[in-house]
T-cell receptor
Framework: GQQLNQSPQSMFIQEGEDVSMNCTSS?????WLWYKQDPGEGPVLLIA?????ELTSNGRLTAQFGITRKDSFLNISASIPSDVGIYFC????????FGPGTRLSVLP | DAGVTQSPTHLIKTRGQHVTLRCSPI?????VSWYQQVLGQGPQFIFQ???????GRGNFPDRFSARQFPNYSSELNVNALLLGDSALYLC?????????????FGDGTRLSIL
């Protein structure tokens, strides 16, 4: 079946640093979504991407739909403590498939 | 406006029992999807419903079933519970039935099987 890989699995960064994470698959997807999940809560939608090559921003977050349609990237600029959480990518082929997540910890 | 609401928030059951989880979508949203999230993993798709019809099904056994009501709320039923069914069950809604529409999640029901 379709599977997604996310890297890194976890990362510790200093407040103010920029963050990059990615999501890759062996399958082609027609939609990519990025979510953030805090403990005890459901995932919150950050960015949606619908076209290969598309670059979309939401505040300090920027995501791109890879041109091969098999990957997507999320960047966070000038990280702050509230960016802590687990970031999930989700790709849509027949249904939405979620990656295992990237756990982000921000050191003050 | 209220987001996706799920009930109950927590539930404890024993093996062999059945459970019903409930979900109310965001007002105006007509599609509801169910996901299972095991600790440490991403959500896994179970079902999508739109206009009371099943539009998609993930790789889950027949012990899992769902339905959608005329007011677009939904129930997920799981029969003959197994220890491995312990997970966070998430409901997500979207405006229309296009399967690639962004999903907006509730905070889930934490199901524990003893």
């Amino acid at each position: 079946g379709q599977q997604l890989n996310q890297s890194p699995q976890s990362m510790f960064i200093q407040e103010g640093e920029d963050v990059s994470m990615n999501c890759t698959s062996s399958s082609i997807f027609n939609t990519w979504l990025w979510y953030k999940q805090d403990p005890g809560e459901g995932p919150v939608l950050l960015i949606a991407l619908y076209k290969a090559g598309e670059l979309t921003s939401n505040g300090r977050l920027t995501a791109q739909f890879g041109i091969t349609r098999k990957d997507s990237f999320l960047n966070i600029s000038a990280s702050i403590p509230s960016d802590v959480g687990i970031y999930f990518c989700a790709g849509h082929g027949q249904n939405f498939v979620f990656g295992p997540g990237t756990r982000l910890s921000v050191l003050p | 406006d209220a987001g996706v609401t799920q009930s109950p928030t927590h539930l404890i059951k024993t093996r062999g029992q059945h459970v019903t989880l409930r979900c109310s979508p965001i007002s105006g949203h007509k599609s509801v999807s169910w996901y299972q999230q095991v600790l440490g993993q991403g959500p896994q798709f179970i079902f999508q419903y739109y206009e009371k019809e099943e539009r998609g099904r993930g790789n889950f056994p027949d012990r899992f079933s769902a339905r959608q009501f005329p007011n677009y709320s939904s129930e997920l039923n799981v029969n003959a519970l197994l220890l491995g069914d312990s997970a966070l069950y998430l409901c997500a809604s979207s405006q229309r039935g296009f399967q690639n529409q962004p999903q907006h999640f509730g905070d889930g029901t934490r199901l524990s099987i003893l």
